[in-house]
């Protein structure tokens, strides 16, 4: 079984611009969620789509967006890019209900700003 | 303060060791509780998910809840250098693994 595939896993953008991540889930799996982790501030929940919804929602800034498609791929987006977005932006996959127990990290995209 | 604190480390015990990493929280709400190991540039991997109170056993891997104490362990047994990264605790009000609220971290290094 494929794992969570993270596109790309590094990238270099400027103040102001804007960035676009993808993660595609293991195969089944209904349920995406995005992290941000920075070294000050550890993992922080960004939002979960599940079935093309977004279910949850952390407390990030409207410049922080995301969607998921038919087949379960997310991407996240991030206008307008701060200094401080420069952080490893994870996802993760499960299946999106009480009858699975298992969740898969991706291996993660390094964004920096300069 | 944070919603879940965790002690950053290092942690530096000797190989065969027990190790004890622990996580204390605020929010009484929450009711799933997890353990992850995170590898120097890769994504956290899961280890143990559980269940209001009680203690769960996987292998070398012992994870303990006391929702009284707001108080979660992961027990390490005859720990070996590969178990050498960093462990996160999460938890969520949820099922699943919905909107988890994770500690920062605890940096383990276990020397042959």
């Known amino acids: 079984k494929a794992g969570v595939t993270q596109t790309p896993r590094y990238l270099i953008k400027t103040r102001g611009q804007q960035v676009t991540l993808s993660c595609s889930p293991i195969s089944g799996h209904r349920s995406v969620s995005w992290y941000q982790q920075t070294p000050g501030q550890g993992l922080q929940f960004l939002f979960e789509y599940f079935s093309e919804t977004q279910r949850n929602k952390g407390n990030f800034p409207g410049r922080f967006s995301g969607r998921q498609f038919s087949n379960s791929r997310s991407e996240m987006n991030v206008s307008t890019l701060e200094l401080g977005d420069s952080a490893l932006y994870l996802c993760?996959?499960?299946?999106?209900?009480?009858?699975?127990?298992?969740?898969?990290f991706g291996p993660g995209t390094r964004l920096t700003v300069l | 303060q944070k919603e879940v604190e965790q002690d950053p480390g290092p942690l530096s015990v000797p190989e065969g060791a027990i190790v004890s990493l622990n996580c204390t929280y605020s929010n009484s709400a929450f009711q799933y509780f997890m353990w992850y190991r995170q590898y120097s540039r890769k994504g956290p991997e899961l280890l143990m998910y559980t269940y209001s109170s009680g203690n769960k056993e996987d292998g070398r891997f012992t994870a303990q809840v006391d929702k009284s104490s707001k108080y979660i362990s992961l027990f390490i047994r005859d720990s070996q250098p590969s178990d050498s990264a960093t462990y996160l605790c999460a938890m969520s009000e949820k099922t699943g693994f919905q909107k988890l609220v994770f500690g920062t971290g605890t940096r383990l290094l276990v020397s042959p």
């Open positions: 993760a996959s499960w299946g999106g209900t009480t009858s699975y127990n298992e969740q898969f």
